[in-house]
Protein backbone atom coordinates (compact mmCIF):
# COMPACT_ATOMS: atom_id res chain seq x y z
CA UNK A 1 0.00 0.00 0.00
CA UNK A 2 2.67 2.26 0.86
CA UNK A 3 4.47 1.52 -2.18
CA UNK A 4 0.96 2.55 -4.34
CA UNK A 5 0.44 6.22 -1.83
CA UNK A 6 4.13 6.86 -3.07
CA UNK A 7 3.34 6.11 -6.59
CA UNK A 8 0.58 8.46 -6.76
CA UNK A 9 2.27 11.36 -5.13
CA UNK A 10 5.21 11.15 -7.32
CA UNK A 11 2.56 11.08 -10.23
CA UNK A 12 0.75 14.19 -8.61
CA UNK A 13 4.38 15.59 -8.09
CA UNK A 14 4.87 15.65 -11.73
CA UNK A 15 1.18 17.02 -13.09
CA UNK A 16 1.58 19.57 -10.81
CA UNK A 17 5.32 20.38 -12.50
CA UNK A 18 4.20 20.21 -15.43
CA UNK A 19 0.96 22.64 -14.90
CA UNK A 20 3.80 25.19 -13.36
CA UNK A 21 6.77 24.64 -15.71
CA UNK A 22 5.55 26.86 -18.26
CA UNK A 23 4.60 29.52 -16.46
CA UNK A 24 8.19 29.12 -14.68
CA UNK A 25 10.09 29.87 -17.69
CA UNK A 26 7.96 33.03 -18.79
CA UNK A 27 8.78 34.46 -15.15
CA UNK A 28 12.52 33.50 -15.39
CA UNK A 29 12.72 34.93 -18.98
CA UNK A 30 10.68 38.19 -17.83
CA UNK A 31 13.49 38.32 -14.39
CA UNK A 32 16.34 38.17 -16.69
CA UNK A 33 15.28 40.56 -19.18
CA UNK A 34 14.65 43.20 -16.25
CA UNK A 35 18.24 42.19 -14.88
CA UNK A 36 19.60 42.90 -18.77
CA UNK A 37 17.77 46.19 -18.79
CA UNK A 38 18.91 47.36 -15.05
CA UNK A 39 22.40 45.75 -16.20
CA UNK A 40 22.41 47.95 -19.35
CA UNK A 41 23.39 44.95 -21.22
CA UNK A 42 23.36 45.24 -24.97
CA UNK A 43 24.97 42.22 -26.09
CA UNK A 44 22.82 39.79 -28.46
CA UNK A 45 24.27 36.77 -26.41
CA UNK A 46 22.60 37.85 -23.12
CA UNK A 47 19.16 38.25 -24.57
CA UNK A 48 19.53 34.65 -25.95
CA UNK A 49 18.85 32.75 -22.25
CA UNK A 50 15.34 35.32 -21.87
CA UNK A 51 14.41 35.15 -24.95
CA UNK A 52 15.21 31.17 -25.45
CA UNK A 53 13.03 31.11 -21.97
CA UNK A 54 10.08 32.80 -23.14
CA UNK A 55 9.94 30.70 -26.00
CA UNK A 56 9.79 27.36 -24.36
CA UNK A 57 7.77 28.90 -21.64
CA UNK A 58 4.97 30.19 -24.38
CA UNK A 59 5.26 26.96 -26.75
CA UNK A 60 4.71 24.55 -23.26
CA UNK A 61 1.40 26.82 -22.87
CA UNK A 62 0.17 26.40 -26.55
CA UNK A 63 1.03 22.56 -26.48
CA UNK A 64 -0.93 22.44 -23.39
CA UNK A 65 -3.76 24.30 -24.29
CA UNK A 66 -3.86 22.33 -27.37
CA UNK A 67 -3.87 19.05 -25.78
CA UNK A 68 -6.84 19.91 -23.39
CA UNK A 69 -8.61 21.03 -26.38
CA UNK A 70 -7.89 17.49 -28.38
CA UNK A 71 -9.41 15.96 -24.91
CA UNK A 72 -12.36 17.56 -24.60
CA UNK A 73 -13.28 17.04 -28.38
CA UNK A 74 -12.41 13.67 -27.97
CA UNK A 75 -14.47 12.72 -25.06
CA UNK A 76 -17.21 14.76 -27.23
CA UNK A 77 -16.82 12.10 -29.56
CA UNK A 78 -16.83 9.71 -27.73
CA UNK A 79 -19.95 10.53 -25.87
CA UNK A 80 -21.93 10.71 -29.26
CA UNK A 81 -20.42 7.60 -30.20
CA UNK A 82 -22.42 5.83 -27.06
CA UNK A 83 -25.72 7.17 -28.39
CA UNK A 84 -25.09 5.07 -31.55
CA UNK A 85 -26.68 1.54 -32.14
CA UNK A 86 -23.40 -0.87 -31.83
CA UNK A 87 -24.14 -1.41 -36.01
CA UNK A 88 -24.00 2.38 -36.59
CA UNK A 89 -21.06 2.91 -33.77
CA UNK A 90 -18.75 0.57 -36.30
CA UNK A 91 -20.08 2.07 -39.42
CA UNK A 92 -18.80 5.21 -38.22
CA UNK A 93 -15.51 4.18 -37.11
CA UNK A 94 -14.93 2.54 -39.99
CA UNK A 95 -15.63 5.01 -42.47
CA UNK A 96 -13.36 7.45 -40.05
CA UNK A 97 -10.64 4.68 -40.57
CA UNK A 98 -10.82 4.81 -44.22
CA UNK A 99 -10.46 8.39 -44.56
CA UNK A 100 -7.84 8.21 -42.51
CA UNK A 101 -5.69 5.76 -44.18
CA UNK A 102 -6.53 7.40 -47.57
CA UNK A 103 -5.20 10.47 -46.32
CA UNK A 104 -1.77 9.16 -46.10
Known amino acids: MSELTAT?????????????LPWLLLGGSILSAILLIITKTRRVVAWLLPLSLAGAGA????????????????????????????????QVLIRVTEKEVSRK
Do not use: G, H, Y
Open 59 to 90: AMIFMQRRELEIEEKEARILTELDTLDPVARA
Open 8 to 20: DESKTLLISVNEE
